[in-house]
């Protein structure tokens, strides 16, 4: 059974950054292609950035410019480096592989940017 546990959000202010990270309780990001999703309140989650295993990354256009995305194989581990945070990216930050297994979603981490 593959855990995957994220952290690294927070209270941040308009034009803030904040690092998120998702470990998996085994050796598991190396064969898969992983993203980061995002949850608003009332809105339905949505891919906001995904890695392949060589690397190639792709955003979403309201991230794009602002968010990036990397892993690190060795530590079964995937980060999502937030810039210049905007109070719509307020939500509930997850990450699972792209596309989604119903299984893996974790409890995810609250991200709320506000003055």
């Known amino acids: 059974q593959v855990q995957l546990v994220e952290s690294g959000g927070g209270l941040v202010q308009p034009g803030g950054s904040l690092r998120l990270s998702c470990a998996a309780s085994?050796?598991?990001?190396?064969?898969?292609?992983m993203g980061w999703y995002a949850q608003a309140p009332g809105k339905q989650r949505e891919l906001v950035a995904s890695?392949?295993?060589?690397?190639?990354?792709n955003y979403a256009d309201s991230v794009k410019g602002r968010f990036t995305i990397s892993r690190d194989n060795a530590k079964n581990t995937v980060y999502l480096q937030m810039d210049s945070l905007k109070p719509e990216d307020t939500a509930v930050y997850y990450c699972n592989t792209a596309p989604a297994n119903y299984n893996y979603w974790g409890q995810g981490t609250q991200v709320t940017v506000s003055s």
């Open positions: 085994r050796r598991f990001f190396s064969i898969y292609v």
């Open positions: 890695i392949a295993t060589g690397g190639n990354t």
